[in-house]
């Protein structure tokens, strides 16, 4: 079973950015697509980003397109999620995910089988 850890969370004032990193254990990374998706207080987890394994294709969730970006490095061992122009309704415990395929089918958390602890994140107005 693999590990994910999230890191990067903290609070910024609306504008400002922020970085997560996804790191992952074992020897598999590569094969698998990867994404990130976010939980505010009482709302239901939503989907935010997705990368294959090969990074060719990317995947957003309209309401961070143009102001997210999704990468990884699988020498690493790591994916990312950059945040430029945070809002306050970015607030949210975000999650790193692993697809089940290395390419995810669709948005649904369902298509994900590995998820991190996750990682706080607060944007003050």
């Known amino acids: 079973q693999v590990q994910l850890v999230e890191s990067g969370g903290g609070l910024v004032q609306a504008g400002g950015s922020l970085r997560l990193s996804c790191a992952a254990s074992?020897?598999?990374?590569?094969?698998?697509?990867m994404g990130w998706f976010r939980q505010a207080p009482g709302k239901e987890r939503e989907f935010v980003a997705s990368i294959s394994s090969s990074a060719v294709g990317t995947d957003y969730a309209d309401s961070v397109k143009g102001r997210f970006t999704i990468s990884r490095d699988n020498a690493k061992n790591t994916v990312y999620l950059q945040m430029n122009s945070l809002k306050p309704e970015d607030t949210a415990v975000y999650y790193c995910?692993?697809?089940?395929?290395?390419?995810?089918?669709?948005?649904?958390?369902?298509?994900?089988?590995?998820w991190g602890q996750g990682t706080q994140v607060t944007v003050s107005s």
């Open positions: 995910a692993r697809a089940r395929f290395s390419i995810p089918l669709g948005r649904s958390p369902n298509g994900f089988d590995s």
């Open positions: 074992g020897r598999t990374f590569s094969s698998y697509a």
